[in-house]
């Protein structure tokens, strides 16, 4: 049942990935999701001083608020410093990362918070912290706030799904019929943060990254119509999750960094393919 449970925890977090990552591909901000990534670490720490606990509910509200305060930051750079937003990004998410670091260095040599984890997760141990569900039935913790928050952006998108679409292709028309780009590009971000914050303890930064950027990126050398494109994004998160795992099970070796391995060679082969087809209109409509 571990493999199952270490498969499921890793689809659910692609499929989160792909949600957003489809957005944040089309808007040319994927790494914003790298920047979320860092940036929530004096989050953690705070919240954990402040509840004195790392408990999943304090962690995940401290590091969401800095990872929207790391969004607001970059977006304020962008737009009244007249930077671009790669470096809006740099030194906002290297700034917060590096406060985290400090503050944990000074003041947290008797806190239990592991810096590797946000990085790298431990998504082998996943099945160590299991809840009943009812009728005998376990999952991992994990995989129950990943799930959630499945649930919470599936609808979230349905809904906004309309500005969501306005704001990512013209901006500049959305804003001229009077639709709040702003406040869609904070939905999304708030999305963007939550979709990072809940993956950490299971997957880490590294694998969230690949996810948001792998996939939906794949996906978009094969269709040009959005729905298809987040469909497909998940469906090709959850093969790489599951080629992933078994190649890091069979050379032993972690199955983060084999999931994120498994998506850059899928990758490679179909930009390859379609470079080799010479196909100049998507291969799926």
Not at 92 to 119: E, K, M
Not at 145 to 159: D, E, F, N, R
């Amino acid at each position: 049942m571990n493999d199952f449970y270490v498969i499921l925890t890793a689809s659910l977090v692609a499929i989160n990935c792909a949600i957003m990552g489809s957005f944040l591909i089309l808007r040319k901000m994927v790494m914003i999701g790298d920047a979320i990534s860092h940036a929530v670490l004096p989050g953690i720490f705070i919240a954990y001083l402040i509840s004195g606990s790392a408990a999943s509910l304090p962690v995940l509200i401290g590091a969401s608020l800095s990872g929207i305060l790391a969004s607001i930051i970059i977006q304020w750079f962008t737009n009244n410093v007249r930077l671009q937003s790669d470096a809006s990004i740099g030194i906002s998410y290297t700034f917060l990362f590096a406060l985290g670091v400090i503050l944990i260095s000074r003041f947290g040599q008797n806190v239990d918070l592991d810096q590797q984890c946000v990085l790298y997760g431990e998504l082998e141990y996943v099945a160590l912290s299991l809840n009943a569900i009812g009728g005998g039935l376990y999952l991992p913790q994990q995989a129950l706030i990943v799930g959630t928050v499945s649930i919470i952006l599936i609808i979230a998108v349905v809904i906004g799904y309309k500005g969501l679409f306005l704001t990512t292709f013209d901006p500049s028309f959305a804003l001229s019929t009077g639709v709040a780009v702003s406040f869609w590009h904070y939905f999304l971000m708030s999305g963007v943060s939550l979709t990072t914050v809940v993956s950490f303890e299971s997957v880490g930064a590294i694998l969230v990254i690949s996810f948001l950027a792998g996939p939906p990126a794949i996906a978009y050398l094969l269709t040009d119509r959005l729905k298809s494109m987040i469909v497909l994004a998940s469906f090709i998160g959850i093969i790489c999750s599951v080629l992933g795992y078994y190649f890091a099970k069979w050379f032993d070796v972690s199955v983060a960094g084999a999931i994120s391995m498994m998506i850059g060679l899928v990758f490679t082969i179909v930009f390859t393919l379609t470079q080799l087809l010479s196909r100049k209109s998507p291969i799926i409509t």
